[in-house]
């Protein structure tokens, strides 16, 4: 029901923002005690709280119209925050270039924690450093790497 839910709440958000200074980075819909709808934003500078409220409420008005959502839930709007994964392929393309940080399910070339430079992505793989080629079935997680 939620992968449903998720695809069609995705739908939605996307065409509410379009024509907007917004991204919609990511969406989950999770039962947790109850059910979140977590909406992450983001745009060029960066969101804040005004950010977040304003498109919570132009959200929840259409979702409320939309009747997709049958049980009761709790809408969350924010920041992805920088330690974001990537997912997609617009974050991919967006952080191309960027060191990042891939966590792999077992070991690739003795290491299940790989630091490189984003050099390439298909459906299928993401390249580091031109040269290491990773199978996204081989992957937990890409994030960007921070430096402390």
Known sequence: MAGRIEIEAEKLVLNLLAGTE???VDLEYVKERDWYLRIFIDKKDGVDLD???GVSRMIDDELEKSGLLKES???EVSSPGIDRPLKKDRDFEREMGKQVDVTAYKKINGAREI???????SADAITLDDSLIIPRAQIASVRLHIEF
């Open 51 to 53: 950010d977040c409220q």
């Open 73 to 75: 839930y709790i809408l």
């Open 22 to 24: 917004y991204e919609l």
């Open 115 to 121: 630091i490189g430079r984003l050099s390439a992505f």
